[in-house]
């Protein structure tokens, strides 16, 4: 049974699981700028917003600065921030997306070539370097597998495993219905995983 989000404490650390329900009643706290509300969403959402930005450039200290950017982007609009028709991890989701956008287009960077999601999990790895190493090879593999699948798989893909939104929220994000993510969700990690076993084989 979800706790009612009167009853959350703000100033603690986000439960492992969280009602969405809850989510909607702190974010409409934070839009009318409740400044402890916000804390918690930005405690609540940074590591998944860090986790998809690292995935797509090239230095973590630039998804660092990114990550923050999002949260300030955020900040300055959260006023204007509705409970519907967005959910507040899709909203956060299209801001930290645009950002990374910007990011490229201010360097005069190629967005395709180098920021390219991949389904890797973020872990801190500054304290095994051989686990960074075998964390940078999947994380070449797989950009380099992920640009043979089409463009709605992709997105698909980088709103479920990166952004770790649902299949109702990516229907949302994306503008798509549940059986079709489903669909191209299935189609993508079928293909992924084929391109991977071809790739380990040869």
């Known amino acids: 049974m979800s706790a009612s989000p009167m009853l959350l404490s703000l100033t603690d650390s986000p439960p492992r699981s969280i009602e969405e329900e809850d989510i909607k009643s702190i974010a409409v706290l934070a839009s009318n700028r409740d400044p402890e509300a916000f804390s918690y969403l930005y405690r609540l959402y ?87 190493v075998l964390h940078e090879e999947r994380k070449r593999t797989l950009r380099e597998a992920l640009p043979e699948l089409t463009l709605e798989q992709r997105e698909v893909i980088e709103c479920r495993f990166f952004f770790e939104l649902s299949i109702l929220e990516t229907a949302e994000a994306l503008g798509k219905t549940e059986g079709a993510v489903k669909a191209l969700q299935f189609r993508a990690l079928d293909s992924l995983h084929r391109l991977l076993t071809e790739d380990i084989l040869n």
């Open 46 to 132: 940074f590591s998944q917003v860090f986790t998809f930005i690292n995935f797509r450039v090239s230095s973590r200290e630039d998804a660092e600065d990114l990550a923050n950017a999002v949260f300030e982007k955020a900040l300055a609009a959260i006023d204007r921030y509705r409970p519907k028709p967005a959910q507040f991890s899709t909203w956060l989701y299209t801001i930290a997306k645009n950002c990374i956008i910007d990011h490229y287009r201010k360097r005069r960077l190629p967005l395709d070539d180098e920021a390219e999601a991949s389904v890797v999990a973020s872990t801190d790895l500054s304290c095994d370097p051989v686990a960074r």
